[in-house]
Nanobody, 115 residues
Framework: QVQLVESGGGLVQPGGSLTLSCAASGIIFSRYVMGWYRQAPGKLREVVATITSGGSTNYVDSVKGRFTISKDTAKNTEYLLMNHLKPDATAFYC??????????WGQGTQVTVSA
């Protein structure tokens, strides 16, 4: 059974930092493109960052230089370090894992950036 379990969300003040984690089980982690997407009320879902099996990363322009996606293959876990958070980062964040034939996602975690 495939499971992706996120943790690390919460309430943070503008300018603060959070690190999200996504623990994967039931997949051969190293074969998947891992990523994070977010959905805010009234907005379209947005892919925030991705990391390939080879470690190449990609970010949406709005988070470049502030967010860092990484993974620990030995722990089957990916991370999203979010620095200098802004209120517009408030959203529900989910991790996902995909190959050309498989797609899985987690239940998500809420991130709220507010004073």
């Amino acid at each position: 059974q495939v499971q992706l379990v996120e943790s690390g969300g919460g309430l943070v003040q503008p300018g603060g930092s959070l690190t999200l984690s996504c623990a994967a089980s039931g997949i051969i982690f190293s074969r998947y493109v891992m990523g994070w997407y977010r959905q805010a009320p009234g907005k379209l879902r947005e892919v925030v960052a991705t990391i390939t099996s080879g470690g190449s990363t990609n970010y949406v322009d709005s988070v470049k230089g502030r967010f860092t996606i990484s993974k620990d293959t030995a722990k089957n876990t990916e991370y999203l370090l979010m620095n200098h958070l802004k209120p517009d980062a408030t959203a529900f964040y989910c991790c996902d894992a995909r190959t050309s034939t498989r797609y899985y996602w987690g239940q998500g975690t809420q991130v709220t950036v507010s004073a």
